[in-house]
């Protein structure tokens, strides 16, 4: 039973941290000079930060997916909405860094945090730890769609 529980850990953290991988490489790879370029809030988190949060909340999400996927209880569908909701992360960057589409980014947005509260709903009547760990990366994606749609509004 241990091995299952570690190699299911490792399976969740994998997928998750390739949608951060894939995510990531567009951002690096297509981020500039254009970014550097927009009109920027004065809430604007330094670039520094992004990696360090990102990192936490990937972190977050694999333990809250992992700990409901132990349960014996679980719904099948709740896992595919997790992984449905990393291609919209993961869609955000390309659309955001790689395609400059700055508010097709903003509906990828708005459908990422509706399957992010969809989860904590759906983890909450089956593992209460599992909802308590997605409402970080809830507001750090609400954060962004405030910071998204004011790139929007000053570009």
């Known amino acids: 039973m241990l091995k299952n529980k570690f190699l299911s850990f490792l399976s969740f953290l994998s997928i ?34 992004f990696g360090p949060v990102w990192t936490s909340l990937y972190l977050m999400m694999t333990v809250s997916i992992w700990l409901y996927w132990l349960k014996d209880n679980r719904d099948m569908k709740t896992v595919y909405i997790y992984f449905i909701h990393l291609v919209f992360n993961t869609t955000w960057s390309i659309v955001f860094f790689v395609f400059h589409n700055m508010v097709l980014a903003l509906l990828v ?21 599992s909802a308590y760990l ?22």
């Open 16 to 49: 998750t941290f390739s949608a951060s991988l894939i995510g990531g490489l567009a951002t690096i790879t297509f981020k500039e000079p254009w970014y550097s370029l927009l009109n920027k809030p004065a809430f604007n988190p330094p670039d520094w930060i």
């Open 109 to 129: 947005l708005i459908i990422l945090i509706m399957l992010i509260f969809k989860l904590i709903l759906r983890f909450k009547r089956v593992k209460i730890l």
């Open 134 to 155: 997605m409402i970080p990366y809830l507001l750090w994606c609400s954060f962004a769609l405030i910071l998204n749609t004011s790139l929007i509004i000053l570009n």
